[in-house]
């Protein structure tokens, strides 16, 4: 028997409860990941089940999750509902096991509703909608002009809070009140009250990348996360079923994001290489291209070693500079253009060797030959480093080691498969 809070999808669901062989669900999956429709939807289309069954195994799966009903219980539950042609809940009611609260049909809907963000009444015509034409709550109640985007982004946020542990409902609830009270972030109000949300590191989540690489819109993102959240599926692999992202760029996507937990990259120099990379260059590459390249305060000690080593900034001036910084809050490297210590064109050059050392594409004598070689040739340094052939070397040796990257908040090492394959049946969300 299934433990309470067990992980799975809609096609094991429909297979626990009979209705589906494991030949339907595998015909099925290779349909969806060809078209980027939903496994449920083109079980629908291929007259396995029927759209109501698929909607009482999205409402039982997130019981399941949210620890209410076992998987054993579900199963049963979705057999009922399409032998008798009866709703989930009456179902549920027959085998003793409804939960002892009413339970919404929408998480997101229920988080709305109890923050008074929208009536019920709202919450149900807007559910019709949403089945109707196929598009995520979030989405029609933006459409209708019910909610603001960064209302929807805000009760999604706290739904994912919810989902890993971090607030319980309560907490959540009041935050969203608070938020539309005080017209600040779910964040801001969660700080007030005293809850960690886990932002205050260097981070980016992988959506926000995403659309600040230009590859999705907000809305698009948002919907992806609701439906991410709906089936537990991961973000990535909801942007991957819909056609928006394929898994190289996931894979180099979460390297950036690991780079940028570990303040290797700042945010925006993220961004820059993922746009360098979706035009056809490789990471090292695109790391040595980085236009106007800034430091962060990690980052700044590092660079002052360097620039001293190769004999571009006195070890007096770098310390200066780095007092000053610390003390009004510039930027190392800004420090060091104000006061003229260094030009801007070799501050660049050592910025982009020192982010190649970081991701240990150069070494330090590497690095100081490269950057001398272009500060009295004036060659661009992606091109000094393709001549000398350090770029290339590296990058075969990292392509045969396991890439470190960041799932949520859990660093974990991933080895890629020799030939990468989407699998819409693993849930990794």
Not at 266 to 274: G, N, P, R, Y
Not at 286 to 297: F, R
Not at 298 to 327: F, H, M, N, R
């Amino acid at each position: 028997m299934n433990t309470l809070g067990s992980s799975m999808l809609i096609g094991d669901l429909l297979r626990g409860a009979k209705l589906i062989q494991i030949h339907d669900l595998t015909n099925a999956v290779q349909v969806a990941s060809k078209t980027g429709l939903p496994v449920g939807r083109v079980l629908v289309m291929l007259g396995l089940v029927t759209s109501e069954t698929v909607h009482a195994a999205l409402q039982a799966q997130s019981l399941v999750r949210d620890r209410l009903i076992t998987m054993e219980v579900a199963t049963k539950a979705i057999g009922m509902v399409a032998s008798y042609r009866i709703d989930l809940e009456r179902a549920l009611e027959c085998l003793g096991s409804l939960p002892g609260r009413e339970f919404e049909t929408n998480k997101l809907g229920d988080l709305l509703v109890l923050a008074g963000l929208i009536t019920n009444d709202c919450l149900v015509e807007s559910l019709k909608t949403s089945q109707h034409l196929n598009l995520p709550l979030g989405r029609i109640l933006v459409l209708k002009n019910i909610l603001k985007e960064h209302t929807v982004e805000a009760a999604l946020n706290a739904q994912v809070l919810l989902r890993d542990g971090v607030i319980d409902r309560k907490t959540a609830v009041a935050a969203l009140k608070n938020a539309r009270k005080t017209h600040t972030s779910l964040e801001s109000c969660l700080t007030a009250a005293g809850v960690d949300s886990g932002n205050k590191r260097q981070t980016i989540r992988l959506g926000e990348l995403f659309v600040l690489a230009e590859i999705v819109t907000e809305p698009d993102l948002l919907a992806a996360v609701e439906i991410g959240l709906n089936e537990g599926t991961q973000i990535g692999q909801v942007l991957m079923q819909f056609g928006f992202i394929n898994s190289d760029t996931l894979e180099t996507s979460l390297k950036l994001q690991e780079m940028v937990h570990k303040h290797s990259l700042s945010v925006s120099q993220a961004v820059q290489v993922l746009r360098l990379y979706l035009q056809g260059v490789d990471i090292p590459h695109a790391i040595a291209s980085i236009a106007e390249p800034e430091v962060n305060p990690v980052q700044a000690v590092g660079l002052a070693e360097v620039l001293y080593l190769s004999g571009l900034v006195p070890q007096e001036d770098t310390e200066k500079a780095l007092a000053i910084s610390y003390a009004s809050r510039i930027p190392f490297n800004k420090v060091l253009l104000q006061y003229n210590m260094i030009k801007e064109e070799a501050l660049n050059v050592a910025t982009r060797c020192l982010l190649l050392m970081g991701e240990n594409l150069l070494t330090a004598e590497e690095a100081i030959v490269a950057m001398h070689h272009c500060i009295w040739s004036g060659t661009e340094l992606v091109v000094v480093l393709s001549k000398m052939g350090w770029l290339e070397e590296q990058q075969r040796k990292e392509n045969e080691d396991a890439l470190p990257i960041l799932l949520g908040d859990t660093p974990i090492t991933y080895t890629p498969p020799p030939t990468p394959e989407f699998n819409p049946t693993a849930s990794i969300w």
